[in-house]
């Protein structure tokens, strides 16, 4: 069967500090990924998403970027975190675009 | 584009009592609909969803919705709540393009 990992469960880290959130996929191949940030009472924002290695689609300009070295790997990052970066961060995973499978999110408080 | 209304932000029932969370959606095109729960601190699971065929949707936990086109509504239904269906629900429309979500309710089940 297939799973999702995602690390860290929680996250605290000073503002002006890079970022770095993993994300994997076991048990299947060339599978859609997707980050979402929640904050709260604003619902789940798609912050980006990739159908296939090296290809990353942005829905949002922020101060935040993904990248995907491998098939089943998908990575958060960040320069220099925002007070406004603080929020739940959910990894998820697609074999098409109507159904997604998600991780068990970040929590990252920017402090 | 396609977007997602939940009308209700926060729905307190008693034990036992029937529930009806309330989503509305917009779309130029065929929808496909979903039904989310996130318990707290965890990530989404895919409750139930309507692709095609019969309008009244089963899914997992006793939870079922009925797609209404004239309408535009997928709205989620229980018969009988437990304490363990407290959590938040999301509602998410797929149309030509990426999932969409409501912002959210969050169904508070009091002994």
């Known amino acids: 069967s297939q799973t999702i990992h995602q690390w860290p469960a929680t996250l605290v880290q000073p503002v002006g500090s890079p970022l770095s959130l993993e994300c994997t996929v076991e048990?299947?191949?060339?599978?859609?990924l997707y980050w979402y940030r929640q904050a709260a009472g604003r619902g789940l924002q798609l912050l980006f998403y990739s159908v296939g290695i090296g290809q990353i689609s942005s829905e949002v300009p922020q101060n935040l970027s993904a990248s995907r070295p491998q098939d089943r790997q998908f990575i958060l990052s960040s320069k220099k975190l925002l007070l406004s970066d603080s929020g739940f961060y959910l990894c998820?995973?697609?074999?098409?675009?109507?159904?997604?499978?998600f991780g068990a999110g970040t929590r990252l408080s920017v402090l | 584009a396609q977007s997602v209304t939940q009308l209700d932000s926060q729905v307190p029932v008693f034990e036992e009592a029937p529930v009806e969370l309330r989503c509305n959606y917009s779309s130029s095109v065929s929808v496909y609909l979903f039904w989310y729960v996130q318990y707290p601190n965890q990530g989404l699971q895919l409750l139930l969803k309507y692709l095609s065929g019969s309008t009244l949707v089963k899914g997992i936990n006793g939870f079922e919705a009925e797609f209404n086109k004239s309408q535009t509504s997928f709205h989620l239904r229980k018969p009988s709540v437990h304490i363990s269906d407290t959590a938040e629900y999301f509602c998410a429309v797929r149309g030509s393009e990426k999932l969409v979500f409501g912002k959210g309710t969050k169904l508070t089940v009091n002994p």
């Open positions: 048990g299947t191949s060339n599978p859609n």
């Open positions: 998820a995973w697609g074999r098409d675009r109507n159904i997604q499978y």
